[in-house]
């Protein structure tokens, strides 16, 4: 991928900086007041929440649960799943093994430091432009589908655990194969813990990759298409997964733990720490603060599912606060379409009273802009609309 093959600055880690007991922040990371965060109290509407117990494989008998999947997307871009069949303590304990690794000492975790070429690994900026305005955070990327650009190397060894994360997507036998091959390979290195933890992991992995498989059903479905339809250009899927840590910030109302973007990909299915807020969602002028539900995932379109549906879908701005009293850890886990496919709007969807509002453009081609500006709120998705 044509990007820069290193920093164009000194990287340094917002947990650092943290821990570094200073009362300000450095001026890096202080937004304009126009970009910066804010909570209206007296606004206590949220995104809406849908109950996906009775969406089984076969979504095409699940009218309800679809029109309720649907509207959330065409009218949200977001909704906070229940009943999702993914156990609660497996949740629970994913979580707790990422979070393990960002309070591991610093100089183990430099052992992962990412570059901007595939941006795998420990990191702290998104974005190669030279002194540009930072978010206050640190998080780990994970390249898990297509294998060829996985890179194991960059893989956390410790907790043993995140060494072996989602090796065991379903439907993929070389993934399978891979582990047997690791599994026979260190054996004699790994002990019972080591083993639970792992268990644990491949678990998550393939619930998750399950669950976004049954959603990109029903959102073909929503649109009045077969449920096949959509899934197709998820074909070879791209799957990836970005674990952000958000430290404890002595000026978080300066300040941004990500700034507003939407999505670059297909589908992300997030898993945010139940007791502390810090996601906000654009809705129409206002931005409103998701309260997270107990044991939920919250679900979001990302562009590429924005463009297939010719804008029937939306994928929606969306930014994370900072707390001065607590840090924060999110699981970002992302269902990306075939990456050297070009991806428009799906052709049952164009019409001569509806023509296609994007020009076709692969994802490769696409992800390199946030991956060179950063986050940019919907600069990127309304670049592709047609003349």
């Not at 955070?137 to 060894?157: E, I, N, R, S, V």
């Not at 463009?307 to 924060?328: D, G, I």
Request: charged share 25%; net charge neutral.
């Amino acid at each position: 991928m044509d990007c820069l093959r290193d920093w164009p600055e000194p990287v340094v880690r917002v947990q650092s900086l943290s821990d570094s007991g200073a009362t300000t922040i450095p001026d890096r990371y202080v937004k304009p007041p126009s970009e910066r965060a804010w909570v209206d109290h007296g606004d206590m509407v949220g995104i809406p929440v849908v109950d996906l117990a009775m969406l089984t494989d076969d979504v095409a008998n699940c009218e309800a649960t679809v029109t309720a999947i649907a509207d959330a997307c065409r009218q949200w871009g977001f909704f906070q799943a229940v009943n999702h069949g993914v156990s609660p303590g497996l949740m629970r304990g994913a979580r707790e093994v990422w979070r393990s690794f960002f309070h591991l000492p610093m100089e183990e975790k430099q052992r992962y430091a990412n570059s901007p070429k595939t941006y795998e690994g420990y990191g702290s900026r998104l974005g190669i432009e030279k002194g540009a305005i930072l978010d206050w955070g640190d998080y780990f990327f994970l390249h898990f589908l297509p294998l060829c650009l996985m890179d194991h190397d960059k893989w956390p060894a410790l907790p043993p655990a995140l060494r072996y994360h989602i090796t065991a997507l379903p439907s993929s036998s070389d993934l399978l194969r891979l582990a047997c091959l690791r599994c026979r390979r260190l054996k004699s290195n790994l002990n019972v813990h080591a083993c639970a933890h792992r268990e644990t992991s491949d678990e998550y992995g393939a619930a998750l990759t399950k669950l976004c498989r049954r959603l990109l059903r029903a959102l073909s479905i929503g649109l009045g298409l077969d449920a096949a339809c959509l899934p197709v250009a998820f074909d070879d899927e791209g799957i990836c997964m970005r674990v952000n840590f958000y430290p404890r910030c002595p000026q978080p109302e300066l300040t941004l733990g990500l700034s507003a973007h939407s999505d670059p990909g297909g589908m992300t299915v997030l898993l945010v720490d139940d007791h502390v807020t810090g996601l906000q969602v654009r809705k129409n002028d206002s931005w409103i603060t998701v309260q997270p539900v107990p044991d939920a995932f919250i679900v979001n379109v990302g562009d590429q599912i924005q463009v297939l549906s010719n804008a029937a879908y939306k994928s929606v701005e969306h930014r994370v606060m900072v707390n001065a009293a607590a840090e924060r850890l999110s699981m970002a886990f992302f269902y990306n379409p075939k990456s050297d496919v070009p991806i428009g709007p799906i052709r049952e969807l164009v019409t001569c009273d509806r023509p296609a509002l994007y020009r076709p453009m692969t994802f490769d081609e696409y992800r390199l802009y946030i991956r060179k500006k950063g986050p940019r709120g919907k600069s990127q998705v309304d670049s592709l609309e047609a003349a």
